[in-house]
């Protein structure tokens, strides 16, 4: 855990379309801290096995060949990059294709352990601190976060949120999709998504990205600088009183 009230390392956990990437990068952004958007890097290996012709249906193709790519990610909020070999992987890696079967390939023990030890190594090094999100940040990969959330929403809101960014794709075909991807990482034996028992649990069905980029800013201030956090508050709430009375 963090020792100083500057740097901290905040895990932002839950599944699709609940609003985690948007989020996790303003905040980052706000607060002056690296991000890292940890299923880029389990999209990036699946890319390149299929690039590569790797078998992603067999576990046992995927562990042979887990050690061989080299992936690079940048932690800039406002400009997050990914490599592949030296390649830029941003956008390929968003596909169709890759959607379809990072599940699988992240879902390979190897895989993960690679991919861990990765993520772990780039929260070390953030010298102001850190937001890491993804599905197993605050069970598995930063157990000791300082701050740990897990973001909901209701299957029906997360699947407009995604459509909405696929560029009119069909709702309904998008809402089973999520739907079994939470399935797959739910249920998989290692590192299965998971909330931490002491995460703050954050429901974003109704609430609009900035009004959950305001409470995870707020939960974070708290954590790295809880009497500050508060006087804040005290501030904000009499100046409120203040507007009631005039």
């Known amino acids: 855990m963090s020792d100083t009230v500057e740097s901290v390392i905040v895990a932002i956990d839950g599944p699709a379309g609940t609003g985690k990437s948007s989020t996790s990068k303003a905040v980052a952004a706000q607060l002056g ?25 067999d576990p046992a193709a995927i562990a042979t060949a887990a050690g061989k790519p080299s992936i690079v990610s940048g932690t ?10 030296g ?13 379809s079967k990072v599940s699988a390939v992240s879902a390979v ?21 850190i937001v890491v999100e993804g599905r197993d940040i605050g069970t598995t990969v930063l157990p ?3 701050l740990k959330i897990f ?8 699947a407009a949120r995604r459509s909405g960014e696929l560029k009119g794709a069909d709702v309904a075909a998008t809402r089973e999709a999520l739907i079994k991807r ?8 290692t ?34 600088d809880p009497e500050a956090a508060r006087a804040r508050a005290a501030g904000a709430a009499g100046e409120s009183a203040k507007r009631a009375v005039t």
């Not at 958007?37 to 790797?54: E, H, K, L």
């Not at 800039?76 to 070999?85: E, K, M, N, R």
């Not at 390649?87 to 959607?99: C, H, K, L, N, Y």
């Not at 939470?182 to 034996?189: I, L, P």
């Open 109 to 129: 023990p190897e895989v993960r352990t690679l991919i861990t030890e990765l993520q772990r190594s780039i929260a070390a090094t953030a010298a102001t601190g």
């Open 151 to 158: 973001l909901t929403a209701s299957p029906e809101a997360r």
């Open 33 to 57: 801290l690296s991000y890292l958007d940890t299923g880029a890097q389990y999209r990036a290996i699946t890319w390149w096995m299929i690039s590569n012709g790797v078998d992603v249906s």
């Open 182 to 189: 939470d399935a797959a990482d739910s249920s998989r034996k």
């Open 191 to 224: 590192s299965p998504l998971a909330k931490a028992d002491d995460a703050v649990e954050v429901d974003t069905t109704e609430l609009t990205l900035q009004q959950v980029i305001e409470c995870v800013v707020t939960l974070v201030e708290e954590r790295r």
């Open 144 to 146: 000791d976060a300082d």
């Open 87 to 99: 390649m830029d992987a941003s956008g390929p890696i968003r596909t169709q294709e890759v959607s």
């Open 76 to 85: 800039d909020p406002a400009a997050p990059t990914i490599t592949v070999d």
